[in-house]
């Protein structure tokens, strides 16, 4: 893995990474403003995540102009047009993920590259777990080798080639390397934003795809790349940050919104997924300052 540039000016932050069979791009950056405001640009062949919550955003794509809300967390997927965006009035945090044209062809099995289709706002659990994992690294809170960047590529090509390319692949795939069908992956998914707020446990989560806690958790950890348990925390830490950063709930209210009864713990769990404590989290507002890479090779 390879940092290919990073811009960690005083009002935006950006870095990227070149992976084995990808390219990732993390962002967070203060809102572009209203109608006058400024305008970002989302390239080619990419499927990210927005890790914000947005009203009333703007996108202009192919002649299209569209305006729609985002909520955190949601898929965004661009074919052979970029998207131009605007009018975002609360800061934007997101990860775009641009697949090798190489790795494309080789999930479709085909000489020409798939186009991937258009995107806006859907909820996909293994590109959301995908993009948790490579947040994690941009930010220096995690390490991820070229073993297991190679792995989750294949996996997110595979999965990208199969849902949102117009090609058919051998169920048996999927089968035999264990992993949940993508509308028990989508019901499960489901689940757990409804309940991020409630106990939670492997048996409610394996209920739902109609599958033993054992097998459930071995087969969402190889279609995720996330372990059930990763998974509800990185959702409950995201809605957590929204929350202090759109509402007046305290830090302990906070922590109960997300199913978290002990605040010191909470506290920590927050501070391990961002690198910062909630209360410098809402202080800092709409710019605060990414952690600092921790780990060899990644930008700061």
């Not at 967070?28 to 947005?54: D, K, L, N, Y």
Request: net charge positive.
């Amino acid at each position: 893995m390879t940092t290919a540039g990073a811009d960690t000016g005083p009002m935006r932050r950006r870095s990227e990474l070149r992976w084995p069979g990808l390219r990732s791009v993390y962002c967070w950056h203060p809102p572009t403003g209203g109608v006058t405001g400024g305008v970002t640009v989302s390239g080619r062949q990419q499927i990210g995540v927005s890790f914000a919550e947005h009203h009333g955003v703007v996108t202009e794509s192919g002649g299209r102009r569209d305006r729609f809300d985002i909520r955190p967390g949601d898929v965004f997927a661009n074919g052979w047009s970029r998207v131009y965006w605007s009018e975002v009035t609360r800061h934007d945090e997101l990860v775009e993920i641009y697949p090798d044209d190489d790795l494309l062809r080789a999930a479709a099995g085909s000489s020409r590259t798939p186009e991937i289709e258009p995107l806006r706002g859907v909820r996909d659990a293994v590109v959301l777990g995908t993009a948790s994992i490579l947040k994690q690294a941009h930010l220096g809170l995690a390490y991820v080798d070229g073993l297991r960047a190679g792995a989750l590529a294949h996996r997110l090509a595979e999965h990208v080639v199969g849902h949102y390319a117009g090609i058919v692949l051998s169920r048996r795939a999927d089968a035999g390397a264990g992993r949940l069908d993508h509308v028990l992956l989508d019901r499960v998914a489901d689940v757990v934003e409804a309940r991020l707020g409630d106990p939670l446990t492997v048996d409610d989560l394996a209920a739902a795809a109609t599958l033993s806690p054992f097998h459930f958790a071995r087969s969402f950890k190889a279609s995720t790349g996330l372990a059930p348990h990763e998974y509800v925390t990185s959702r409950r830490m995201e809605r957590a940050k929204s929350l202090l950063l759109s509402s007046r709930l305290s830090v302990p209210e906070v922590a109960y919104a997300v199913g978290l009864t002990n605040v010191s713990h909470f506290r920590r769990v927050f501070r391990r997924h961002t690198g910062l404590l909630p209360s410098q989290l809402r202080t800092a507002g709409s710019d605060p300052p990414p952690p600092a890479g921790r780990w060899p090779g990644l930008a700061s």
